[in-house]
T-cell receptor, first 117, second 113 residues
Framework: GAVVSQHPSWVICKSGTSVKIECRSL??????MFWYRQFPKQSLMLMAT?????????EQGVEKDKFLINHASLTLSTLTVTSAHPEDSSFYIC?????????????FGNGTRLTVT | KQEVTQIPAALSVPEGENLVLNCSFT??????LQWFRQDPGKGLTSLLL?????REQTSGRLNASLDKSSGRSTLYIAASQPGDSATYLC????????????FGTGTLLAVQP
């Protein structure tokens, strides 16, 4: 089955530092990956759509200069939280499709728990 | 703007009981609808995907239905087990140029042994 791997699974950082989260499609190529954020006891909110070889598309209210997304290859997208603050503490999850078709299911990574102290 | 709502927010049932989780969406122009399971602190596991042209999908003890015209989907779980305890999320995929998966608010299910 399709596997999406996310790393790290959890990270603790100090306020003001930057953190990079990796999302890899292990057994398929993904031209598009999606980044979600989930606060405690809330649902997932789409942050941005990551497109291989081009700029990411950010959702309204998401700061593109704070959440840097790079999708340099068909199997890797990275999300960098720059100058992290405690309010950035959240669960970040990436997802991808096995096929570049809208009728194919999305597969999700196991998420990254970010805690900013 | 598409909004996806799930009722109930939480549900507790005894083991063996059949149950139904509800999902409603405001814009019927969806491409497909997907049901997920999320265990505490974990990522998402895809359960069922229903295309807009389909009425239902089945996998083992799970059956999901879709009624686009009324903006509703249900997830039926037969003979529930303690291992089914998790948060269940539905997500509607918006087609066209939107290309987004919008998640519902989730239902926290607890199956008591």
């Amino acid at each position: 089955g399709a596997v999406v791997s996310q790393h790290p699974s959890w990270v603790i950082c100090k306020s003001g530092t930057s953190v990079k989260i990796e999302c890899r499609s292990l057994d398929f190529q993904a031209t598009t990956m999606f980044w979600y954020r989930q606060f405690p006891k809330q649902s997932l909110m789409l942050m941005a759509t990551s497109n291989e070889g081009s700029k990411a598309t950010y959702e309204q209210g998401v700061e593109k200069d704070k959440f840097l997304i790079n999708h340099a290859s068909l199997t890797l997208s990275t999300l960098t939280v720059t100058s992290a603050h405690p309010e950035d503490s959240s669960f970040y999850i990436c997802s991808a499709r096995t096929q570049n078709q809208r009728n194919s299911p999305l597969h999700f990574g196991n998420g990254t728990r970010l805690t900013v102290t | 703007k598409q909004e996806v709502t799930q009722i109930p927010a939480a549900l507790s049932v005894p083991e063996g009981e059949n149950l139904v989780l509800n999902c409603s969406f405001t814009d019927s122009a969806i491409y497909n609808l997907q049901w997920f399971r999320q265990d505490p602190g974990k990522g998402l596991t895809s359960l069922l995907l229903i295309q807009s042209s389909q009425r239902e999908q089945t996998s083992g003890r799970l059956n999901a239905s879709l009624d686009k015209s009324s903006g509703r989907s249900t997830l039926y779980i037969a003979a529930s087990q303690p291992g089914d305890s998790a948060t269940y999320l539905c997500a509607a995929f918006l087609g066209g140029a939107t290309n987004k998966l919008i998640f519902g608010t989730g239902t926290l299910l607890a199956v008591q042994p």
